[in-house]
T-cell receptor, first 110, second 118 residues
Framework: GEDVEQSLFLSVREGDSSVINCTYT??????LYWYKQEPGAGLQLLTY?????DMKQDQRLTVLLNKKDKHLSLRIADTQTGDSAIYFC??????????FGKGTKLSVKP | EAGVAQSPRYKIIEKRQSVAFWCNPI?????LYWYQQILGQGPKLLIQ????????DSQLPKDRFSAERLKGVDSTLKIQPAKLEDSAVYLC????????????????FGPGTRLTVT
């Protein structure tokens, strides 16, 4: 079945890089996504990657995709306190919906 | 451009009571989704509409949950009767078209309705 796994917590110091990892099961997913959720707010799409790509860079964000291992990662360079949030990995389901992981809570210490 | 609107933002009810949530998607978005997000988990799809037709409701507990999308615009999600395990944030999202195959369109999420069932 479809399932997305990610570690629950990550703590970094301001200015360091953060790397959030995710594994997924559906090899037919065309797109994989990273969403950000701040307290009391809805989900915000950060970036996505097409399944035939290995890497995508967008300013401070770098997404790496290892399709063979079904592993996705999000790297945030120069992490700031404003990056503190829950980050969700998601894969596109067969019916067009999104299948989310449980989220990784990123804490950034000054 | 206005985002996805949801109301109410918070709701507290007792078990066995009924509750309804409302969603107004972004203008022109054909596809509308309702997700349930239980504390500590990722959102899970409940139902997906394309215009006013249901595309996927396989995860909707139909004995107590119902949803409709009148005229292909606004949508309501109802729970009747509510159970303690229905306590969650209910998120509405919309997109231009359904994500299928090589096509992908961003889903825009509303702020959610936090439901507490006591």
């Amino acid at each position: 079945g479809e399932d997305v796994e990610q570690s629950l917590f990550l703590s970094v110091r301001e200015g360091d890089s953060s790397v959030i990892n995710c594994t997924y099961t559906d090899s037919s997913s065309t797109y994989l996504y990273w969403y950000k959720q701040e307290p009391g707010a809805g989900l915000q799409l950060l970036t996505y990657i097409f399944s035939n790509m290995d890497m995508k860079q967008d300013q401070r964000l770098t997404v790496l995709l290892n399709k063979k291992d079904k592993h996705l990662s999000l790297r945030i360079a120069d992490t700031q306190t404003g990056d503190s949030a829950i980050y969700f990995c998601a894969e596109g389901g067969s019916q067009g919906n999104l299948i989310f992981g449980k989220g990784t809570k990123l804490s950034v210490k000054p | 451009e206005a985002g996805v609107a949801q109301s109410p933002r918070y709701k507290i009810i007792e078990k066995r009571q009924s509750v309804a949530f409302w969603c107004n998607p972004i203008s022109g978005h054909a596809t509308l989704y309702w997700y349930q997000q239980i504390l500590g988990q990722g959102p899970k799809l409940l139902i997906q509409f394309q215009n006013n037709g249901v595309v996927d409701d396989s995860q909707l507990p139909k004995d107590r949950f119902s949803a409709e999308r009148l005229k292909g615009v606004d949508s309501t999600l109802k729970i009747q009767p509510a159970k303690l395990e229905d306590s969650a944030v209910y998120l509405c999202a919309s997109s231009l078209v359904r994500t299928v195959g090589t096509l992908s369109y961003e889903q825009y999420f509303g702020p959610g309705t936090r439901l507490t069932v006591t």
